[in-house]
């Protein structure tokens, strides 16, 4: 049975995937990234990101399916084409954009959080309740809010080639999106990038939607996860 190691969003901490992981039989762990969490104050590099992902997988046995949504997705990306023969499966969520257009406004939005982070903080745990009522949103903001990673994040996910990295993985990459999430915009050409990818789409869900239903989601991975545990092209159906 295949583990599965977690990367939470940008400015969140590994807190976020504790309700999915609730419904999960499967070895799970989820991780906090460079200055995120049980490691703020750490410098946030895609390298720095990666090797943090590589250890938690090596902490499970030496290999493990790697589930990561947003920065997540793009860290597990990276953690892919830097250690394949760790990463038995990718699952990206919510990290289908490459868009250059939209650089510059990710790039103000991070440095104008970063200069007020308290401040930037309680506006986004404010938006996170309000987004997802209940244990959801509250497990998203548990672990602590970070903003004033976010100008290292945005430039080291705008540094990444996402689409070379995908090209280089040979194992089975799951491109997960929301149907109303702005950032499958470029979900076709990273899927065509992927060696042997899927693509899933979750309707009526957008960006942070998809973890509105925890039990639905934790089956999906497991589901995923299945396929690799008997090694077996089972199609899938939704």
């Not at 990295?165 to 470029?186: E, K």
């Not at 979900?187 to 060696?195: H, N, P, Q």
Request: proline share 6%.
């Amino acid at each position: 049975m295949q583990p599965i190691v977690f990367i939470h969003g940008i400015r969140v901490s590994a807190t976020m995937w504790d309700p999915v992981i609730a419904h999960l039989d499967r070895p799970a762990k989820a991780i906090d990234l460079p200055g995120h969490g049980t490691r703020v104050g750490e410098l946030f590099s895609m390298d720095a990101a990666t090797s943090t992902v590589a250890e938690a997988i090596d902490s499970l046995g030496g290999s493990a399916v790697v589930v990561g949504l947003s920065l997540g997705g793009y860290v597990g990306i990276a953690t892919a084409e830097r250690f394949p023969d760790k990463v038995a499966g990718l699952v990206a969520m919510g990290c289908t954009s490459s868009s250059q257009a939209m650089l510059g406004v990710y790039r103000f939005v991070a440095r104008l959080a970063a200069r007020n982070p308290s401040r930037a903080n309680r506006i986004s745990e404010y938006g996170f309740r309000h987004l997802l009522p209940g244990p959801t949103g509250a497990a998203i903001v548990a672990g602590g809010l970070w903003c004033e990673a976010m100008p290292q994040v945005v430039d080291a996910v705008a540094e990444h080639d996402q689409l070379a990295a995908l090209a280089a993985y040979p194992g089975r990459v799951w491109l997960v999106n929301g149907t109303r999430d702005p950032f499958r915009a470029d979900e076709r050409a990273f899927l065509r990038a992927c060696r042997d990818g899927r693509l899933i789409l979750i309707p009526g869900r957008g960006h942070l939607g998809v973890l509105a239903t925890p039990a639905s989601l934790a089956r999906l991975i497991d589901d995923l996860c299945s396929q690799l545990d008997f090694r077996s092209p089972a199609a899938l159906s939704f």
